[in-house]
């Protein structure tokens, strides 16, 4: 029956005209899991701002720094928001590298993504994959598969590595962040990462711009703005930076003379 | 694939091993790799490294940084490449001499996810400028170094076939996981859809309330089985139909514009109350609930409409409705339904709309009750309310039956007062017929109050009371008959009605007073009594002369004591005079209302006031009209010669204006008649005199003689008719001539011996 409503439940519709931001990532990256509308929109990007796929490492480096902070610290749960498509230097292929039988749970909202995530994870009884919003934390904290393999009376370690810049203001990111904090356990991490206009202002509204005409428009946010998202987290050292800048494993790693050309910011906090 | 160059051909079988690692599980081979280059190891790996790949592993490093996304740090690249390196290394010195090696490098890198293609152009770069140098080959002996340059664009060749072919391979393997996860995705997305249509279809299809979805230009698409039976109609023939092929006419309008609002995406869902006609013709009553379906856009696509049949509940109200509205006898509209109809009309129509009542209430049906019983009133009723229907159908008006046996047909609109007295023409017609009910005939006749005026000028409720009044004219008019408002009627009739609200209290506030006027014998001018007359100073409307008051004292009964009051007054009077002028023969003549002569008292009330006032019977004169006199039953008539022989003077007033037997008079205890003024109006003038007037009074004075009895003329206004009356032989007179009514005081000075009248002009 052609006319129907989709109810609520079933997954969303897979629009392959339209680029997915998961994929376009995994393109930044050198992937090959994406379709010719991704790439077009990556090109596009690159060329407005040819240091992305330099970005994207850098983001996904700080992903591996970040877990592996994590891990040194006790952490022995992981909860990764806007998981996406998962590529080389996984979340659960970091983890499992130190403790295989730690819980991981990848959640993201593309379809596609967490089909794709299923595909790759079949098998392995220490990854979970959630398909949810995260603008939703009521239905995320609710889902059952993530509440069997989390165990939420103990530290977690959450990761929103860029995407709370897909959540507009108007979808209230810090209050999902608050529903988040309430959720987690103290001695729980958020590490998170943030596309920001503040290091290469002209570039990143470019990129900001053309964004805004695809289905997920990215949201530039300051610093400020930034760190108003930890809110009720206590800063890990070295609080809020440039994507390389923090923690690096060497000097060369840092790119210290030129960290704010990464437009991204990333960070660690403690629920206390 | 591609085949491996000439010069590897031996090492074929190498190749596809390394091939075959690099097919397998990308991921999970980039994962080997990587847990690989994390492990302890490493270190003493690099610690037994010469330095010469050490020194190359780090330019190999900073060549290709950035060129591709790898899960390592710069130290942890460096390690891998000088892995790499040293395996290179041993390639180009080995004997005999295989390409495989560069292959395999080649697909380890891609393996560690060194998937840019500048990492392939940089590494056979770096390659072909540093290696040999870095590793201290350029400098071994002639021909050597020739040997191992074209080894290593050997190695060079095959490193780049094996990147090649594994980026290949990861290529494709990749996009054949991302089409395979979309394909699961959209699998799974139908599933849910399916699953979603189903679980729809059960409802849709099982649903007890009627479902039915519509494209915008409201062409039927799909209804349910409840709707169908609802309607009566298949389902095919419904979906034939439109979604405005079922206005009913009784539709409220915003039905329709929320249907527009709605097809227009103005708004989402609309529920109302909503008929239909099935197709037997049969009203449906339902509670109509419409959504707006959208696509993903949000642009609006399809209308599901949900009804639930509420005909019962309708049928329900309705028949209460009904119920309360109807009157259960007749089946017409009852009071509540006619005044709702009235004040609709005074609320809503534009103000100089006219209507017209027309007040029914049938003559005597009480005796038809009391006389045939209930039943047979009751179907006479019903007769009579058919009748009435059919006649105020005609004319389209409503017919309500307000209780009783009265009736009324509210004319709309109307045209004119000619318009409603011809509705009330044909309402009386139509019961000219008598009506057979229970082997009676009988005969109904109808009286109708007709109002009919502008709204504006008027209110439901003064309507109503005019139409009431109304009809009761018609009734005391006569019945059988309409009546037409009249407001000038209804005027007087209101003024009478408050005077004779006011009269009882007037008369213990003494607000009436006695006045007398003078009766003079026409042969000397002479005094020879008075009439009492009865005045009212009512506050308000100042003196009343008895023609205002005394009709309606009679009507309420307060005649009997106003005029027991009235005689006191007189004979109190009169016994002054009595003792004033013992001798002469003066009497005061008080008048008897129809209803006095008729107390049982009368007797004893006149008794008791002579008694009273010590007047001497001689000196009281009671004037009865002609026709209390003349339709005395016995007893009246036995009363009146108790009085007569207690010496008490009896006169008939106002004479000959009744149909007096003549013959009758001299059977009556009468001593005087009273030629009522308007036969003596006849004589006024000497040139314009009425004859017969003149002959008139002449006759009855001849009769009077006859009959012994005195004659007194009433209304005396000129001497020409003092004149002709005294040639006539009419024994007094009263009237403006001689004098006004005057309180008593004023008699007085008329009873002064030698007083007389003038009877002529006195000429000076
Ligand atoms: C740029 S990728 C980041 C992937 C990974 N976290 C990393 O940093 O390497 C962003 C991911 O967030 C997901 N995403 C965007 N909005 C989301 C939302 N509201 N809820 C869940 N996931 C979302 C996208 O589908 C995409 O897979």
Redesign the pocket.
Known sequence: MHWLERPDWAPGEIDLERP???R??DYYLGGSHNFAVDRQLAQRAIRLMPDLPLIMQA??AF?RRAVRFLLAAGVRQFL??????PTVGNVHEIVHASDPDAPVVY????PV?VAHSRAILEGNRSATVVQ????DPRALFGDPALRAALDLSQPVGV?????LH??PDSDDPAGVVGRLYDEIAPGSYLAL?HATADGDQANARAVGELYAQSP?PLVLRSRAEVSALFKGFSPIDPGIVFLPVWRPESERDSHAHEAERFSGYAGVGLRT | MTSPPDRAVSTGNAVSTGNAVATGNAVATGNAVSTRTAGPARNTALAQAGPGSLRFAGSWARAVAGTSYVPMEIAEVEQFLLTLTEKLAAALLAEPFRSCPGYEVGTALVDAHFTGVETLGRTVSVLGERLLAELGLETRGDGEPDELRSRLAVLQGSFAEGFADALRSRTLDEQEAIRHAVLVTREEAERALRASEARFRAVFADAAIGIGIGDLAGNILDVNQSLSDMLGYPVEELCRHSATDFVHPDDAPEVWQLYAQLVAGERDHFRSEKRYFRKDGAVLWTDLTVSLIRDDSGEPRYMVAMFEDISERHSLQNRLHHQAMHDPLTHLPNRSLFFERLSRIFAEAPEHTRLGLCYLDLDGFKVVNDALGHDIGDQLLVTVADRLKACAADGGHLLARMGGDEFVVLVEDSQGTGQVVAVADRLLRCLDQPIRIGGHDLAVSASIGVVEREIRTSSSADVMQAADITLYWAKSDGKSRWALFDSERNDREVARYTLSAALPSALDRGEFEVEYQPLVRFSDGSLVGVEALVRWRHPTYGRLSPDRFISLAEETGLIVPLGRWVLREACREARRWQDMSPDRRFFVSVNLAVRQSRDPALVSDVTAILEETGLEPGRLQLELTESAIMGTADEALAVLHTLSDKGIRIAIDDFGTGYSNLAYLRHLPVHSLKIAGSFIEGLRSSEDGDPVDRQIVGALVSLAHALDLDVTAEGVETFVQAERLKVIGCDAGQGWLFARPAPASAIDALLAPGFTFPIRPEYP
């Open positions: 997915s931001v998961a376009v990532y983001n996904r992903l990764d928001i806007g998981s996406g498509i959640v993201d909202s593309d993504a949810c919003d995260l603008r990761l929103m590595i860029a995407v897909f959540v990462t997920s």
